[in-house]
């Protein structure tokens, strides 16, 4: 096997990048790894303290050991995240064909990197994956069904939190979204989009009219028009520590809160869409129902009558 080399973006959290780094260290795989950081500089309008804080994560990733070798990229201004990632993935995986992805906030268990490794290799040539992901939800949030046997599963939405892709996918990416137009007109094709989760257009929305800066939504869209699946295996690999408000674009849900299993080691097989799992990843977005007096009084009426 080929190891994918490993990407990590950091920015101003010293401790969760710590973390993030002191967990890979411990994957079987880190010692035959080549790991690539991405330091982001500082905002034109950064603080002292937010100074100090890129320095902090700055001193401390180049004192980073226990992987094959070790890049670091700094830079001076502020890229932000979605532009960093955009280049950053694109220099790298343009070298070596294929890529792991992590940020400063993502704790991993023991078996991230053999996991992530394994399905890259063995669905490099399956056209219906668009990409591999670590992170699922929590049983709590979203169930797999109990007849379900596999270890792994497809989703139609990319997970960002831990995942992996190959070149020709990655540089299949529209990051314009040069067909927005059509598609904000057109409200079926916006349905057909929203079953990776209810949300999902009007993030891609947002994303056009520049209210959030995220590649991922634009990933998503891509992975979404060439009706390509995400692999994610059905006990998380990933859990994110940075929903403590810390950072840019998360702050705290215990709906995604995950306790990692050490022990668990997905086996990589070949695998259809589960119409309950993708039903069900769905409903992880969808929005609460709107409280309605009438249809309250109509379900009492009919108790009442019945």
């Given at each position: 096997?080929?190891?994918?080399?490993i990407i990590l973006f950091v920015?101003?959290?010293?401790?969760?990048?710590?973390?993030?780094?002191?967990?890979?260290?411990?994957?079987?795989?880190a010692t035959e790894s080549e790991l690539f950081i991405f330091a982001d500089g500082p905002k034109t309008n950064a603080?002292?303290?937010?100074?100090?804080?890129?320095?902090?994560?700055?001193?401390?990733?180049?004192?980073?050991?226990?992987?094959?070798?070790?890049?670091?990229?700094?830079?001076?201004?502020?890229?932000?995240?979605?532009?960093?990632?955009?280049?950053g993935v694109t220099e790298i995986i343009n070298k070596f064909g294929k890529a792991i992805v992590v940020e400063d906030d993502l704790v991993t268990s023991r078996y991230f990197l053999k996991f992530m490794n394994e399905a890259l290799d063995f669905f490099e040539n399956d056209e219906r994956i668009f990409s591999v992901s670590g992170y699922t939800f929590p049983s709590k949030t979203m169930k797999i069904p109990t007849n379900y046997k596999k270890d792994i599963y497809l989703s139609y939405r990319h997970g960002s939190w831990g995942w992996g892709t190959w070149i020709g996918r990655w540089?299949?990416?529209?990051?314009?979204?040069?067909?927005f137009k059509e598609f904000s007109e057109n409200i079926e094709l916006q349905k057909a989009f929203n079953r990776g989760g209810a949300d999902m257009s009007g993030m891609l929305k947002a994303q056009m009219e520049g209210k959030i800066d995220s590649w991922a939504i634009r990933f998503d869209y891509s992975l979404f028009k060439q009706n390509k699946f995400n692999i994610r295996p059905v006990k998380s690999l990933v859990t994110n520590v940075g929903l403590d408000n810390s950072g840019t674009h998360t702050g705290a849900d215990e709906k995604l809160d995950n306790i990692l299993d050490d022990n668990f080691q997905p086996r990589i097989e070949t695998i259809e869409p589960d119409n309950t799992i993708l039903k069900n990843f769905r409903k992880v977005f969808d929005p609460p129902p709107r409280y309605s007096l009438k249809r309250f009084i109509g379900k009492v009426l009919k108790r009442l009558f019945s």
């Open positions: 096997m080929v190891f994918a080399p920015y101003n959290r010293p401790w969760h990048t710590r973390q993030t780094v002191e967990v890979l260290q411990k994957n079987d795989s603080t002292e303290e937010q100074k100090e804080k890129i320095r902090q994560v700055r001193e401390y990733i180049h004192k980073i050991n226990g992987f094959k070798s070790i890049t670091i990229c700094e830079k001076e201004t502020n890229q932000g995240l979605a532009n960093s990632v955009i280049a540089n299949s990416v529209d990051w314009e979204v040069t067909d």
